[in-house]
């Protein structure tokens, strides 16, 4: 993967809460997917996943959050 064109602390941050978060989103298709196929297994693991990524998303938006309001206020 290419550099980011953008040597910013706080554009990393949002754009790994992005990634974070969009993959939260997908992984509930391959829970689905699972289900579908009568995986338990699989689908609990893939809840595993999808719940470690909101929580870091959580994490990043309140991260993001007071940094900017540190450096804005």
Same mark, same amino acid.
């Given at each position: 993967?290419?550099?980011?064109?953008?040597?910013?602390?706080?554009?990393? &941050?949002?754009?790994?809460?992005?990634?974070? &978060?969009?993959?939260? +989103?997908?992984?509930?298709?391959?829970?689905?997917?699972?289900?579908?196929?009568?995986?338990?297994?699989?689908?609990? +693991?893939?809840?595993?996943?999808?719940?470690?990524?909101?929580?870091?998303?959580?994490?990043?938006?309140?991260?993001?959050?007071?940094?900017?309001?540190?450096?804005?206020?």
């Amino acid at each position: 993967m290419p550099a980011s064109p953008v040597k910013d602390k706080n554009y990393d &941050l949002v754009h790994e809460v992005q990634m974070v &978060l969009e993959n939260a +989103w997908r992984v509930d298709n391959y829970i689905k997917d699972a289900e579908k196929s009568g995986d338990n297994e699989l689908a609990e +693991w893939f809840r595993l996943i999808q719940n470690n990524n909101m929580k870091a998303g959580e994490q990043g938006k309140r991260m993001l959050a007071m940094r900017l309001q540190r450096e804005n206020g």
